[in-house]
């Protein structure tokens, strides 16, 4: 396990409408709540539906207080669209890590959609949170017909070489 | 933990629904509105009695109906609903409640998607009517729970004022076992009490400040407040989700943390700010915490006016902490939001952008008219007021330029507040006539696809009674109701908004057709539930079309 987990872990995933940023970080929020983390995740729902920027914030640890990522404190940024890096790149902590498409062949994905999968599974190495937390998660969030595309996503992202 | 605690990831929103479950309320009523909307989707999900009101005032009339009735009720709405709703909350607090009723108010500071940042903490003093402000799930839950109990004990309606970051958090939950109440509603006469005229509503006011009173002893001994002790040298005051940013910018300080916060636990409050060398009150919006606790005589330092603006995070708390009032950082843009490919709305507003049309607007999906590439929404204000200030317009404006005004709302809005401009239009009629476009896309689209009067569904899509729109307009005497489907006739439609604007009569044009996004849901609540009788059904062509158009938003996308 990651020697991170004794501290509040912060991640924000970020987006536009309809890209799966809020499915993402729902997968997340979940899969760390069966690891036994205390968790919060907070996003902003209404306009956002109508194609604009989306951003989800997900925090887990011993014991979380407030629900947003205060800026430069994120230890993950997931972005899902290039164009919506700029706008987030403030809430990276230094040192902390921006995970984008470009980490994924998306020509070996099942699904082009699975690509917020994708990186969950890029991201699940760092975390401190088993692989069947993910996988339930993963199910939970999926009606059954896409389980398989989105748990070999993630497996696929799982196991990405680290550039 | 107790093998019997249940532990789970809830939003506010569902805690709330959750709790009124658990206590058993007979019924939960609203309108919708983000950031309240899943309350009583999530109600009727999990076997409780929901429905959509046409509107907030309506909503709360129903509760306080089903309170009489010595039941329970939970009544839901934003906190722009509560100024829809303010007529009967106002002397609800003097009739009171035989049963419990909690009104859920959900504020959105920021504006996350309202058209205002009010803080209706000001509505529970105007009112007198208590309120409590849960922090997270957990509290939404223990909260409303609370709430319907107070509001048993003392037979007054209880506001649960929560906020955008409260209603959306996913936080945990955890649950003790409990017995649902068994309430058995019946009626008792109470002329007295019920019946506010004014030899009855003057003793009635008297009794309300008395039981305001007592409740604001309980709250000093009992109530949900809670301290956690620090250093002297700062001592802060907070409430709702703020006190989760000031554990966090604050770990050192000491905190008294507010959970029912009118009638206000004034000596408790005086004692821990007698007890700390600096006593910080840290709210988000107006200052009503520090107006309230000076005026008290509660030596209170205040945030600095620039911290009045939008949602506070642990950033800005630090900030106030130290008093830096020097320019935050702008936020970098991102992308706005648009109307959806394929929107009906998109026709519209390119032929009222190019007819120079001036657009008297509303609250909905079609409020993006107003962004770019149309431009072509000229105001918003609040539910319903498009027909009001058309009519104005057309009042004061020049002939030439009267000539040119529209007023465009869409169907949930229309039922929710435009009907009694249309009453105005038909009582009052410029000299130049008017034209109102009710876009009516077949569902509360904005707020995620509810349905209302107009759809002839229930909030869990089960048919019932529909307004027809044309029947009920006619019935108005207006003289010209058109319906046009807007993507499978555009120049039909250019042609009627052409002709009604040439015209001195007054003009409807409802331009109908399918919200995109809902229309493969409403073919299946069709197929499950086909509505009773509709004398004016879709043409089938648009019903084949809608039911297979592609939705822009991926499968299995929650937003």
């Known amino acids: 396990m990651n020697p991170m987990s004794d501290r509040v872990i912060n991640i924000v995933v970020a987006g536009l409408g309809g890209q799966g940023v809020l499915k993402a970080s729902d997968i997340l929020t979940e899969a760390a709540f069966a690891a036994g983390w205390d968790v919060k ?3 902003v729902h209404g306009m956002s539906q109508r194609g604009g920027s989306v951003r989800s914030d997900v925090r887990f640890g011993p014991r979380v207080f407030s629900p947003m990522v205060t800026a430069g404190e994120a230890d993950f940024l997931v972005v899902l669209a290039e164009d919506q890096v700029e706008p987030h790149r403030d809430v990276l902590r230094p040192g902390g890590t921006l995970l984008m498409p470009d980490r994924i062949a998306a020509d ?6 699975s690509i917020n999968v994708a990186l969950l599974g890029v991201l699940s190495r760092e975390l401190a949170i088993a692989p069947e937390f993910w996988q339930a998660a993963i199910r939970n969030n999926f009606r059954e017909n896409l389980h398989s595309d989105n748990l070999q996503a993630f497996q696929i992202g799982r196991e990405m070489e680290q550039t | 933990m107790d093998t019997a605690t ?4 809830l939003s506010g929103n569902e805690a ?3 709790a009124a479950l658990d206590y058993g309320v007979a019924l939960g009523t609203g309108y919708p509105g983000t950031p309240s909307t899943e309350i009583l989707e999530y109600l009727s999900a999990h076997g409780g009695r929901a429905q959509w009101a046409p509107n907030e005032k309506v909503a709360l009339e129903v509760g306080l109906g089903v309170a009489m009735a010595s039941a329970a009720v939970l009544v839901t709405m934003k906190h722009v609903g509560l100024n829809v709703a303010a007529d009967p909350l106002f002397t609800a607090a003097y009739t009171g409640t035989s049963g419990s009723l909690v009104i859920v108010s959900a504020d959105d500071p920021g504006m ?9 903490r000001r509505f529970a003093v105007a009112a007198a009517v208590p309120m409590l402000e849960p922090a997270d799930a957990q509290e939404s839950y223990d909260f409303t729970l609370l709430a319907l109990e107070l509001s048993a004990r003392w037979h007054l309606p209880f506001i649960l004022r929560t906020t955008t970051r409260v209603c959306h958090s996913k936080t945990v939950v955890y649950l003790l076992p409990r017995e649902r109440n068994v309430l058995v509603p019946h009626f008792e006469h109470d002329i007295r009490s019920r019946v506010m005229i004014p030899s009855n509503a003057r003793p009635a006011h008297r009794r309300l400040r008395q039981k305001l009173a007592e409740l604001a002893q309980w709250n000093e001994e009992s109530g949900p407040n809670e301290l956690v002790a620090g250093q002297s040298r700062l001592g802060i005051v907070t409430s709702g989700v703020n006190f989760m940013h000031v554990r966090e910018a604050a770990p050192d300080a000491s905190v008294l943390k507010l959970g029912l916060t009118y009638p206000l636990p004034l000596e408790k409050i005086r004692r821990f700010a007698a007890s700390v060398d600096r006593c910080l009150v840290i709210e988000e919006g107006d200052p009503y915490l520090v107006e309230q606790l000076r005026t008290a005589g509660i030596a209170v330092e205040g945030k600095p006016e620039m911290y009045r603006f939008g949602e506070l995070n642990v950033t800005r708390m630090r900030r106030i902490l130290v008093g830096d009032t ?8 991102g992308k706005p939001p648009t109307l959806c490919q394929g929107c009906p709305h998109r026709i519209v507003f390119g032929v009222l952008k190019k007819l120079d049309c001036i657009v008297a607007g509303d609250i909905g999906c079609y409020s993006l008219g107003a962004l770019p590439p149309w431009e072509a929404m ?3 204000v609040c539910m319903g007021a ?3 200030m058309g009519l104005g317009l057309r009042h004061a404006l020049p002939a030439d330029e009267a000539r040119r005004v529209v007023s465009v709302l869409g169907d949930s809005t229309f039922v929710h507040s435009g009907i009694p401009g249309l009453v105005e239009m038909a009582y009052n009629p410029p000299h130049g006539g008017h034209v109102v476009l009710i876009l009516d896309n077949g569902t509360t689209a904005m707020t995620g696809l509810q349905e209302h009067p107009g759809t002839g569904r229930t909030l869990d899509h089960a048919a019932t009674g529909k307004i027809v729109f044309e029947d009920l307009i006619r019935s108005l005497g207006i003289p010209n109701v058109t319906v046009i489907d807007p993507v499978a006739a555009p120049e039909e439609f250019e042609q009627a908004l052409v002709e009604s604007l040439a015209s001195d009569a007054l003009s409807v044009i409802i331009t109908r057709r399918t919200c995109l996004l809902a229309a493969g849901k409403i073919r299946q609540y069709e197929q499950c539930s086909p509505l009773a009788t509709d004398p004016h059904p879709l043409p089938l062509s648009q019903r084949e079309r809608g039911v297979d158009s592609p939705s822009p938003l991926p499968e299995g996308e929650g937003s």
């Open chain 2, 6 to 9: 249940k532990r789970l990831l």
């Open chain 2, 16 to 18: 709330v629904a959750l």
């Open chain 2, 386 to 388: 498009s027909i009001g």
């Open chain 2, 326 to 333: 020097s320019p935050e950082p702008a936020a970098l843009p």
């Open chain 1, 41 to 43: 995740k907070a996003d």
């Open chain 2, 112 to 120: 996350a998607s309202s058209q205002n940042e009010q803080d209706n």
């Open chain 1, 108 to 113: 070996r994905l099942p699904n082009r959609r």
């Open chain 2, 378 to 380: 000229d105001s918003l």
